[in-house]
Structure formats: C-alpha cells, structure tokens
C-alpha cells in the first residue's frame, strides 16, 4: 500500500518562510507527478504546484515568485520551499502523488494533510 507522510507545516509570521517535505513509502515505481494542494477553512481545495518526473513544474499564480516544488523522484519525495508567507496562504496543505502500476490504470495517492498558519 502507497502512503505519503507530510512534515514540515506550523506557524509562521507573515513574510516569513516554511518548507514542506511529502515521501512516499510502499512504490516500486517513481512517480509519474507529485504536488501539493491546499484547503482553506469553508473554500474547495486547489492546486498549488506540481512536478513531473522529469522535473517540469507548474505553480498557481498566487505563489508564483513566492513557491519553489522540487522533487527527487529516485525517492518518491517532494518539497515545497514558501518563502514571503501571507496570511492568505493559511491553510492545510496536501501532498499527492500519481503513480504508474502494472496495469491501465495509474494509481493516485493523499497524504493526510500538514498545517501551515501564516499570522499577520
């Protein structure tokens, strides 16, 4: 069984800086992509970076400039550097994965979720 541990997420001041660690245990192969979303409290989830194997990224334009994802996809684990935190940044933030399996199908992976609270 896939599962993805997240650290790294606390408390900062606003302006301030946080990185998110996400590894991924229970693969044999390395991820197809790996990224991160986050919730805010009463608004839906949305994407806030990903990377491919290959290392392509993508951000939202909210923490364009602000966010660097990074991922080592020898170990299945994926980081997410935030620098210049905003309170609007608050929320919880998730790791997913995509995996390929020995069949059609890929296999698509959360992790259970890391806090980051940005104060003002």
């Known amino acids: 069984q896939v599962q993805l541990v997240e650290s790294g997420g606390g408390l900062v001041q606003a302006g301030g800086s946080l990185k998110l660690s996400c590894a991924a245990s229970g693969s044999i192969f390395r991820f197809n992509v790996m990224g991160w979303y986050r919730q805010a409290p009463g608004k839906q989830r949305e994407l806030v970076a990903t990377?491919?194997?290959?290392?392509?990224?993508n951000y939202a334009d909210s923490v364009k400039g602000r966010f660097t994802i990074s991922g080592d996809n020898a170990k299945n684990t994926v980081y997410l550097q935030m620098n210049s935190l905003k309170p609007e940044d608050t929320a919880v933030y998730y790791c997913?994965?995509?995996?390929?399996?020995?069949?059609?199908?890929?296999?698509?992976?959360w992790g259970q979720g890391a806090l980051v609270t940005v104060s003002s």
């Open positions: 990377v491919t194997g290959g290392g392509s990224t």
């Open positions: 997913n994965a995509d995996f390929p399996t020995w069949t059609v199908r890929n296999l698509e992976v």
